[in-house]
């Protein structure tokens, strides 16, 4: 799953990720987020009939975790 954090304001923003395929971290305005089939195909779904952005993690001010809405797994990549 490709997602693009975003400020309060809705504007794209970096953030330090671990990129697993490339075994480095750096900072990322875009990355690919590992899921598994289960949580990937009422994604899809319901992105194909809404043809919008959807909301399915936040980071709360102060931490460092982000909370997702669907499970997710532990990988992170920045290309793909």
Same mark, same amino acid.
């Not at 923003?13 to 305005?29: F, G, Q, T, W, Y």
């Not at 994604?43 to 809404?50: D, G, M, V």
């Given at each position: 799953? &490709?997602?693009?954090?975003? /400020?309060?304001?809705?504007?794209? %923003?970096? %953030?330090?990720?671990? /990129?697993?395929?490339?075994?480095?971290?750096?900072?990322?305005?875009?990355?690919? &987020? *590992?899921?598994?089939?289960?949580?990937? *195909?009422?994604?899809?779904?319901?992105?194909?009939?809404?043809?919008?952005?959807?909301? %399915?993690?936040?980071?709360?001010?102060?931490? %460092?975790?982000?909370?997702?809405?669907?499970?997710?797994?532990?990988?992170?990549?920045?290309?793909?």
């Amino acid at each position: 799953m &490709i997602v693009q954090p975003t /400020d309060e304001h809705g504007a794209p %923003v970096p %953030v330090a990720i671990h /990129d697993s395929e490339l075994n480095k971290d750096m900072d990322a305005r875009r990355l690919g &987020i *590992e899921v598994g089939a289960y949580t990937y *195909e009422p994604i899809r779904l319901q992105r194909q009939s809404s043809n919008g952005l959807l909301l %399915v993690g936040k980071e709360t001010a102060g931490t %460092v975790a982000t909370e997702f809405a669907p499970p997710v797994l532990d990988g992170r990549n920045s290309s793909w």
